[in-house]
């Protein structure tokens, strides 16, 4: 059973840091590609950033240069490393494995004006 667990979320303010984790289980990592979600209150889940399993990456365009995206194969993690965060980025992030289709339960990213 595929399964993936994030973590990092919490409550910010304006300008600060957060780094997110999401590690995989069930699933052959490294044959995959990986991305980061997220959703706002009343909104579509968004693309934020992904990562192939050849490193490559790319970003929405309201990420880039603030965002960036990792990840470890030994240790079946992805990071989403967050810096100069706005109130904009207040929303639930989801990792998401392209390979498998799966989701994760989300965390929860609040930044505080």
């Known amino acids: 059973q595929v399964q993936l667990v994030e973590s990092g979320g919490g409550l910010v303010q304006a300008g600060g840091s957060l780094r997110l984790s999401c590690t995989a289980s069930g699933i052959a990592f490294s044959f995959t590609s990986m991305s980061w979600y997220r959703q706002a209150p009343g909104k579509q889940r968004d693309l934020v950033a992904t990562?192939?399993?050849?490193?490559?990456?790319n970003y929405a365009d309201s990420v880039k240069g603030r965002f960036t995206i990792s990840r470890d194969n030994a240790k079946r993690t992805v990071y989403l490393q967050m810096n100069s965060l706005k109130p904009e980025d207040t929303a639930v992030y989801y990792c998401?494995?392209?390979?498998?289709?799966?989701w994760g339960q989300g965390t929860q990213v609040t930044v505080s004006s």
């Open positions: 990562i192939t399993r050849g490193g490559s990456t």
């Open positions: 998401y494995a392209v390979l498998t289709n799966t």
